[in-house]
C-alpha cells in the first residue's frame, strides 16, 4: 500500500472515532425514517429526489464498514484469492 492510501484510510479511521461522526449518522438515521415514507412524495420527480436522498444516506451509513473491509482487503490480499483449479 503506498504512502498516500495509508494516509487516506488513516484519516478515514479517525474520522469514524470522533463524535462529529457519531452525530452525523444519528442524524441521517433521524432523518431516514421521514425521508423513507412516499406518503407524502407530491409527484414522480419528488419520489426520484427521496431515492437519491436515500442513496447518499445509505452510502454514508456504510462507509465506515465499506472502509474497513476495502482496507482489509488490501491488508490480506491472499485471503481474496481463490483457486479455481478443482
Given at each position: 500500500?503506498n504512502k498516500e ?82
Amino acid at each position: 500500500m503506498n504512502k498516500e492510501l495509508e494516509q487516506y484510510y488513516r484519516e478515514m479511521f479517525q474520522l469514524f472515532r470522533t463524535d462529529g461522526w457519531t452525530t452525523l449518522l444519528l442524524d441521517l438515521k433521524t432523518n431516514l425514517e421521514t425521508i423513507d415514507s412516499i406518503e407524502h412524495a407530491k409527484g414522480l420527480e419528488d419520489l426520484f429526489f427521496r431515492k437519491g436522498q436515500l442513496n447518499i444516506i445509505g452510502t454514508l451509513m456504510n462507509l465506515e464498514e465499506t472502509t474497513l473491509n476495502s482496507f482489509e482487503q488490501l491488508d490480506n490480499p491472499q485471503e481474496d484469492e481463490q483457486d479455481y483449479d478443482v
